[in-house]
């Protein structure tokens, strides 16, 4: 990961001078921006007046999973090219995916009665309170002027990081997923995320009908997978971004990431049809192979972790010096992670903040880290595995049980 960024550095830092590079193609793209929501009334005006105000063609799409709080009624506040889709119990809440595909009449009515090519039709998903960079409709135009591109994956970032937990999570999206889509780049294998993920119309229909979302709890991977199934193309953007609300509590975050686990178990159906896919890559293969494997390694290591430490501290219990001598160390050593990709998030966000790239002023907050700041941050992005251990174990579990609901994380 770390050669591959320093190899594309400078290609970054070009790209960025032309941030907003004038776009010829503005008009010739029609999006469809899908919102899932369920209780967003918090956040929803906020995304959509952003939206709004975002040049080019393009209808909203609300879809509304029965919510019980005002929504509905934020979003019917504002005026513009909004369309709204409501779910009603029992058809409604039965996973993201189901919520993502009850919009596509709603698309294809859009495009009959606009007459609209599907060529130059692009459906996008946003979190509810996802909020795209100013420049992403122009480099979206761009990535989508080859016609080989059949889907786009924008860079992620959180707003306003001001709590150590929150800017874990920044480092987290915006240097080591940003880093992990570098590589995947490389091996041609760009996964999308849950927000930002942007597709063609008229291949990806083609290739995986009008319900294209499967129903596992991480359904982006789920619909990166089909799509390499299929053959298509996935490109990754890192000069625009989209942002999104990070976490304020340690139980939602473990919450959350049980539920990102348990998806990911869901994937395994797809291991067979991967394996023997003659369109599937070797390196997307073998990507795919890291993926499905990465929790059992992960649970593998911290159980190792904690049978070894034990042993190490009964096997040198009349040596105390020596035990603290070689914790020390071992402490100092786990650092260089941490260290390192605190480094990159700095220089990023100094990188973006001189390119006009910042949403919001309190988005580059950590461009100027104070020490103790700086330190807390190396620790838990180097101890991290300690709190996340517990979502594995949870997704495990409900597994084991047979709990298969989606548990929305709800908002700060």
């Given at each position: ?39 967003e ?47 009603k ?17 709603t ?13 130059n ?48 999570q920044d ?20 996964a ?23 129903n ?39 919450k ?33 192979y ?33 035990i603290l ?35 919001h ?16 941050s190396?620790?838990?992005i ?15 579990y ?15």
């Amino acid at each position: 990961m770390f050669y591959i960024y320093v190899k594309q550095h400078k290609r970054f830092v070009e790209k960025l001078k032309n941030a907003y590079q004038p776009d010829p193609d503005k008009d010739n793209f029609f999006y469809f921006m899908l919102l899932p929501c369920l209780n967003e009334g918090k956040v929803i005006q906020t995304s959509l007046k952003r939206l709004l105000k975002l040049k080019g063609q393009k209808e909203i799409i609300v879809i509304d999973d029965d919510s019980i709080d005002d929504t509905i009624l934020q979003a019917k506040r504002l005026k513009g090219p909004i369309a709204i889709v409501q779910r009603k119990l029992p058809n409604a809440r039965t996973g993201k995916g189901d919520a993502l595909n009850s919009a596509v009449p709603t698309i294809q009515k859009i495009m009959r009665n606009k007459k609209l090519d599907p060529k130059n039709c692009i459906v996008g998903v946003l979190d509810a309170d996802g909020i795209l960079s100013s420049n992403s409709i122009c480099k979206l135009n761009q990535g989508f002027r080859d016609p080989n591109v059949d889907a786009i994956q924008l860079r992620v970032k959180m707003q306003h990081p001001k709590k150590i937990l929150q800017t874990f999570q920044d480092i987290e999206f915006f240097v080591i997923n940003h880093l992990i889509q570098l590589t995947r780049t490389y091996l041609k294998a760009v996964a999308l995320c849950g927000n930002g993920q942007f597709f063609r119309v008229s291949s990806v229909f083609k290739a995986l009908g009008t319900t294209p979302w499967g129903n596992a709890l991480l359904e982006d991977y789920e619909l990166t997978l089909r799509m390499e199934l299929h053959g298509l193309k996935i490109k990754y953007i890192d000069e625009a971004y989209v942002e999104q609300e990070a976490l304020l509590s340690v139980k939602k975050l473990i919450k959350q990431r049980a539920r990102w686990a348990q998806g990911g178990w869901n994937c395994w159906k797809y291991l067979k049809p991967i394996t023997f896919s003659k369109k599937v890559t070797l390196s997307q293969k073998f990507d795919t192979y890291f993926f499905f494997i990465q929790p059992l390694i992960n649970i593998f290591a911290d159980f190792s972790i904690i049978y070894l430490t034990i042993k190490f501290i009964l096997h040198y219990i009349y040596n105390p010096k020596f035990i603290l001598t070689i914790f020390i160390l071992m402490l100092i050593s786990s650092f260089f992670f941490g260290t390192i990709f605190t480094i990159i998030y700095i220089r990023e966000l100094k990188l973006t903040d001189k390119a006009n790239l910042t949403i919001h002023a309190s988005d580059v907050i950590n461009e100027k880290f104070h020490v103790r700041r700086a330190l807390l941050s190396i620790g838990l992005i180097s101890y991290i595995y300690i709190v996340l251990f517990f979502s594995l174990i949870i997704s495990g579990y409900h597994l084991l049980v047979g709990h298969t609901s989606w548990d929305k994380t709800q908002r700060n």
